[in-house]
């Protein structure tokens, strides 16, 4: 059984940056794909990120891409995510989360199976 705790969030102005974390226990983090969504309030959970089992590859969502990184350190068991210019539209709950499946990779919420809580990035403007 896996657990996963974000933390990192908070407020933040536009045009500032944020780095999240996710520690996971557990056994066989490395094998799997982990990915960052995100939920807005009203609107349904999003892709954010995704990176492979060796980090050696990684997935962004257009709305992200170019202002966020995804990383991870599989002898910590941790999975980032560097984000930076963010906007206000950023503003929403981060979950953490491993897929389905060893090996395989994902940008919706089903392809992932273990969550962790959330934790609230806030994006004043």
């Known amino acids: 059984q896996v657990r996963l705790v974000e933390s990192g969030g908070g407020l933040v102005q536009a045009g500032g940056s944020l780095r999240l974390s996710c520690a996971a226990s557990?056994?066989?983090?490395?094998?799997?794909?982990m990915g960052w969504f995100r939920q807005a309030p009203g609107k349904e959970r999003e892709f954010v990120a995704t990176?492979?089992?060796?980090?050696?590859?990684?997935y962004y969502a257009d709305s992200v891409k170019g202002r966020f990184t995804i990383s991870r350190d599989n002898a910590r068991n941790t999975v980032y995510l560097q984000m930076g210019s963010l906007k206000p539209e950023d503003t929403a709950v981060y979950y953490c989360?491993?897929?389905?499946?060893?090996?395989?990779?994902?940008?919706?919420?089903?392809?992932?199976?273990?969550w962790g809580q959330g934790t609230q990035v806030t994006v004043s403007s």
């Open positions: 990176t492979s089992p060796s980090g050696g590859t990684t």
């Open positions: 989360a491993r897929s389905m499946n060893p090996f395989r990779d994902g940008n919706v919420p089903a392809d992932f199976g273990s």
């Open positions: 557990g056994r066989g983090f490395s094998i799997y794909h």
